[in-house]
């Protein structure tokens, strides 16, 4: 198996000088043989007058990534990720958030479409949590699918820092498994999260990858005055000074090689829900085995057909549902590395068959091609209806990536998208950067119809997140049926605190909570 350990994560090994000390967290590594990860993640809920309720704290915790890597992470119930949600669809749902941090929070429950004030952005659908105080959440579970749940109060740094976790709406309809299992996909920065506090200027990037991290405690290296390092570094670009942050990859909150097995058994028939919480397109093989891509973002393909010896990229806050076939007996390691930085953000989950425990990894080679979701699937006719309202999104930057625009705005002075409700909207998506910019709506799925101007020819696609390379173009269409001030932004979140958000206003409506000036809102 791999290493994950990249030159700033080394770091943290001086933390075994802590890890005997009490641990709020579940050490998921420690756990018995036969233990599934959804048994031992699943949040517990209570019942009152017919509605499922969870209470939900947000606390810090002292999280063992593996033996040798440990952190003071922001969790859910003492969680990374917090712990997963699952509900039946038509159930009433009430989260109720505690936030015992010392910073203000809120909860956003992404993908799926609540109403308006339910959704979790400070500033514009509520104001921030405050410590010591609770929101209480309530919506109907009537979307079936696999969405997530995470902070939207200053989601670089708060996010980054592990506040995510994995919200499930089941069907009566839907398919029965033998193995149910949920990979979120996450990377930690032994740096910390907040890039706005680093003095890029001063770093010395190739005198700190020289460093003996081993001699560093993980502490201390957060608490750095980093302009107190030698050298410049001001020549790196936002994608390079990610590179050297975001040093150790997380599979379901550890890293390798405390990263838990699937265990199968052959004939089973396996549904691995993929969920990228992160901040980099990741790109997952799967080695060994036929597969299928049955939904996107929660929303399901038509036809969906066997694929072999393909990998599939799946960008910040994307969700990708795959259903396997286990005949091919033996010890599997589903390859997972960030497409921006192979070298140090890759790893590996072990898929083992009863039997294969003590049998070395099998990995796939690098002869794959890569998933096209335009041309998947069947075909199907769909009536969108009849364009009312059409828009364009040009995502820039004036500066090479220190900040981000949309239509040459930046949020707080963003670009706001006027709607009524029963309009067909059209959006026409152009990444004229050198990244790539997941955009995420919120409050409403949208219709994928066209890239770079050729009509889409597989299935339907249905989503809430869409990925955007560098040079190309998309058009979406939605209709307008979710009244609210909804926000869409970039979800790498540095692209959103770097100005990369828009809003989508729907005329006339007006929000049921009032702007608290002296709260410090910061929705992103």
Partial sequence: MKKPYGLAGIALALSLVIAGCSNDAVDHSAMGHGESQQEEQTQEATTEDGKRVF???VTETHWMFNDEIMDDAWTYNGSLPGQEIRVQEGDTVILNVTNSLDEP???HLHGFPVPNEMDGVPGVTQNAILPGEQFTYEYQADVPGTYWYHSHQDGSKQVGKGLYGVFIVESSADKSYDVDEVIVIDEWSSMGTD?????HGDMDMGEMSEMDHGDMDM???NDMDHGDMDGVASELSHADMMNEMYDTPLINGKASPA?????????NKVKLRFVNAGLFTQVVSIPGHSFKITHYDGQPVN???LLNDTAFRIAPAERYEVEVEMKNPGAWGIQVFAEENEKTLNTVIPVIYDGYEDEELQENDSNYSFFDLTTYGQAMEQNLGVITKEYDMLLGTEDGGETFTINDKQFPDHEIYEVEEGDIVKFTIVNDTEVDHPM??????FNVISKDGNPIQGSPILKDTLNVKPGETYEIVFEANNPGNWMFHCHEFHHASGGM?????YKGYEPTFTLDPTIPNTPE
């Fill in 219 to 221: 502490s201390e290296m």
């Fill in 259 to 267: 990263i838990e097995a699937i265990e199968v058994e052959e004939g």
């Fill in 501 to 505: 958000v828009a809003e989508v206003r």
């Fill in 303 to 305: 036809g969906p057909e």
């Fill in 105 to 107: 929070t809120a909860l």
């Fill in 55 to 57: 209470d939900i704290n």
């Fill in 440 to 445: 995420h709506l919120h409050g409403e799925f």
């Fill in 195 to 199: 890039m706005s506090e680093m003095d």
